[in-house]
């Protein structure tokens, strides 16, 4: 991936040249098809990946039980803190 950053002085906007999506300067690594952003939101806010479906999941009450949501997939978690 090679960033290209705009040529106007004092624009500073930053873009992926193969997927033309903006790159946030400072924030998460950039990956074309966002999974690099969704893993670096994950671990922000605390969330877990199911296990079954690799869909992320939050914990919505004190139990660490979790119960993946998906259809088809309602996978039961035990969150380890």
């Known amino acids: 991936m ?15 040249k193969d997927c ?5 300067v400072g924030g ?10 969704l ?3 994950v671990k922000r806010k605390g969330w877990c990946y199911c296990l079954s479906c690799k869909t992320p999941i939050q914990e919505v009450s004190e139990c660490n039980h979790l ?3 998906v ?3 309602n ?7």
């Open 2 to 16: 090679q960033n290209i950053v705009c040529p106007v002085r004092h624009c500073n906007h930053v873009w992926c």
């Open 20 to 24: 033309q999506q903006t790159v946030i």
């Open 28 to 37: 998460p690594k950039h990956s074309c098809n966002g999974s690099a952003e």
């Open 39 to 41: 893993d670096s939101l």
């Open 67 to 69: 119960m993946c949501v």
């Open 71 to 73: 259809p088809g997939c």
């Open 75 to 81: 996978a039961h978690l035990h969150e380890r803190k």
